[in-house]
């Protein structure tokens, strides 16, 4: 494994013609492009939806699979679809609980060495898989009117804070954005009161942008309560 990581690192640094690198960045825009244009056709027409993340390493027999589960369930109860990073876990999970709630299942799968699989609850026309995150990444925030942010890993907490520095900066509209878990997250929570707050890296408002929950029926209630006074829309 060590060798292998030093051979990368040593191709990385060869030197190439300016003419093979071209040619490489330019196929490379040619795939990028493709992803979004395939993104974006086949998600324009999903109708509104909530986003669980989590943790591709969560079991089955977790209570927080079985939240995500029953979050998912009781959102489509209530007309919305959801979106998950397509894989097994939280993912799973989410996508399960949209199938039996008999809503939208979406799966937004990512090509990796390991972890990755794509879940077997997902609507077929609503697999996509992806090879780069940023892609990846544009087509929660933009097809999203809330996220459920489930305990996980540095991809789980990347997506959050993505997701609540688009809120801060006005990038796109405002929407929930729901952590569930307090033990899990409440230490977190606390770093960001104590510390980016006092040290005047962020402001009192923007503490407000995310709630923490314990429970799926309070993670379903904060989504419905945002939604019965405000009109969806676009994220951007």
């Given at each position: 494994?060590?060798?292998?990581?030093?051979?990368?690192i040593?191709?990385?640094?060869e030197?190439?013609?300016?003419?093979?690198?071209e040619?490489?960045?330019?196929?490379?825009?040619?795939?990028?492009?493709?992803?979004?244009v395939?993104?974006?056709?086949?998600?324009e027409?999903i109708?509104?939806?909530?986003?669980?993340?989590?943790?591709a390493?969560?079991?089955?027999?977790?209570?927080f699979y079985?939240?995500?589960?029953?979050?998912?369930?009781?959102?489509?109860?209530?007309?919305?679809?959801?979106?998950?990073?397509?894989?097994?876990?939280?993912?799973?999970?989410?996508?399960?609980?949209?199938?039996?709630g008999?809503?939208t299942?979406?799966?937004?799968?990512?090509?990796?060495?390991?972890?990755?699989?794509?879940?077997?609850?997902?609507?077929?026309?609503?697999?996509?898989?992806?090879?780069?995150?940023?892609?990846?990444?544009?087509?929660?925030?933009?097809?999203?009117?809330?996220f459920?942010?489930?305990?996980?890993?540095?991809?789980?907490?990347?997506?959050?804070?993505?997701?609540?520095t688009?809120?801060?900066?006005?990038?796109?509209?405002?929407?929930?954005?729901?952590?569930?878990?307090?033990?899990?997250?409440?230490?977190?929570?606390?770093w960001?009161?104590?510390?980016?707050l006092?040290?005047g890296?962020?402001?009192?408002?923007?503490?407000?942008?995310?709630?923490?929950?314990?429970?799926?029926?309070?993670?379903?209630?904060?989504?419905?309560?945002?939604?019965?006074?405000?009109?969806?829309?676009?994220?951007?």
């Open positions: 494994m060590e060798e292998n990581k030093e051979e990368l040593k191709l990385a640094f030197k190439t013609s300016l003419s093979a690198s040619r490489s960045s330019s196929w490379k825009l040619f795939k990028i492009m493709a992803e979004f395939q993104g974006f056709d086949k998600l027409s109708g509104p939806c909530v986003t669980i993340f989590g943790s390493r969560t079991k089955p027999e977790d209570k079985k939240m995500a589960t029953d979050i998912a369930y009781k959102l489509t109860k209530k007309g919305y679809g959801i979106i998950t990073g397509g894989g097994p876990g939280i993912m799973e999970a989410g996508n399960k609980g949209a199938k039996e008999g809503g299942s979406v799966g937004l799968n990512i090509e990796l060495e390991f972890e990755q699989h794509a879940n077997p609850y997902i609507d077929i026309d609503k697999s996509i898989n992806f090879d780069y995150f940023f892609v990846r990444k544009v087509m929660f925030m933009k097809f999203s009117q809330g459920i942010v489930m305990p996980g890993g540095f991809g789980t907490f990347d997506e959050f804070f993505e997701a609540v688009l809120i801060q900066t006005k990038k796109i509209a405002a929407f929930p954005i729901v952590l569930v878990g307090r033990e899990y997250y409440g230490g977190l929570v606390e960001i009161k104590k510390v980016m006092e040290e890296t962020i402001s009192e408002k923007d503490l407000s942008i995310f709630q923490l929950v314990d429970t799926a029926d309070e993670a379903v209630e904060i989504i419905n309560n945002f939604y019965s006074k405000y009109v969806l829309k676009p994220n951007f």
